[in-house]
């Protein structure tokens, strides 16, 4: 199993950027507990408005307010370690408080073809090459589904995907999915590797992900997605995409207030329907350039908002991943 360095700690082979006092945390987070109880958060599932109310929260239609009590009940229940398995045991990953990862991103749906020099839509023949090149990588320890396999249909390409990761790395596995439907169809993918749903539980080799609308609204197919995990017991996670000066405040605290509120209304459902089940903090969230109106990657603002959420979260001791810069 990989443990990798720890970041945060006072040790000479850490790194560590405090972007915020202890008492600008707890700032933040009473910042956030008074926007999920007073604004709330909307939600497009009935199915998920009805969890959320049976376990105590205030609800107006689809708007939920979520109470503190229950925000800080989710953070108490969800584990603060989980293991990411990989095919191969040596690649196992145990995502814990300031152990730190890498992996890369996705989804790109264009290639830059090695060997013809052209541009073209990238295929699922793609998706696997990028898959060997990351296992074969020391440097990346887990593989994001970095490559659409644009040669399928868009409602089968997430299970094409899926399938040439998982035939061409033995690292832990970051797979597209979205609704219910199409998470039932990947873990029974998951389980024709493992051979019962109890083994993928114990050795969870891949694990899925979705984005709320930011600011404050969920669509029905992300709820779906967090309930069903966490139903079985599987490894999920909630990446909030806002943009300071679009859908967030610019300053660095107000926009954290806005994501921290994004993602912890998804942790209150995740843990609702089942207190203890994996759950990842995750970010994409960065800064609107204005000329454009698109997100900027790779600005200094990226990096700071990651080292504040870095510290929210090891605050709140939840696994986490952010986007690189």
């Known amino acids: 199993m990989k443990r990798n360095h720890i970041a945060g700690y006072p040790a000479a082979t850490a790194c560590n950027l405090q972007m915020f006092t202890d008492g600008d945390l707890e700032r933040i987070h009473l910042s956030t507990l008074e926007v999920l109880d007073r604004v709330g958060v909307y939600f497009e599932s009935d199915e998920a ?4 109310k049976d376990a105590g929260a ?31 045991e040596k690649n196992d990953m145990m995502i814990e408080k300031g152990r730190v990862y890498f992996t890369t991103f996705g989804q790109g749906v264009t290639v830059d073809d090695p060997y013809t020099g052209e541009w073209r839509p990238s295929t699922k023949k793609d998706s696997g090459r990028g898959a060997r090149l990351v296992d074969a990588l020391e440097g990346y320890d887990f593989c994001f589904d970095m490559i659409a396999s644009n040669d399928v249909h868009a409602a089968v390409e997430c ?7 998982a035939s061409n790395t033995s690292k832990h596995i970051v797979a597209p999915a979205q609704s219910t439907d199409r998470c039932e169809l990947l873990v029974e993918m998951g389980i024709a590797v493992t051979g019962s749903l109890k083994a993928l539980q114990e050795r969870p080799f891949f694990q899925i992900g979705g984005c709320p609308i930011s600011p404050l609204s969920y669509p029905k197919d992300m709820t779906d997605t967090l309930v069903y995990f966490a139903q079985r017991n599987l490894p999920v996670h909630c990446l909030s995409m806002s943009m300071a000066g679009a859908m967030a405040p610019t300053t660095l605290a107000g926009c954290l207030v806005v994501h921290n509120a994004d993602v912890l209304s998804g942790l209150v459902l995740h843990q609702a329907v089942q207190p203890g089940a994996p759950f990842i903090y995750a970010s994409s ?33 939840l696994p986490s991943f952010v986007a690189g810069s």
């Open 49 to 52: 408005v009805k969890i959320l």
């Open 58 to 88: 205030k609800v107006e239609g689809n708007l939920v307010k979520i109470p503190p009590y229950m925000v800080e009940e989710a953070i108490r229940t969800a584990p603060g370690s989980i293991l990411l398995a990989g095919r191969d």
């Open 159 to 165: 299970y094409h995907t899926f399938e040439a990761m």
């Open 285 to 317: 969230t960065s800064i609107m350039w204005l000329k454009k109106a698109n997100a900027v990657l790779g600005c200094p603002e990226l990096g700071m908002i990651n080292a504040g959420l870095a510290k929210i979260t090891q605050m709140y001791n």
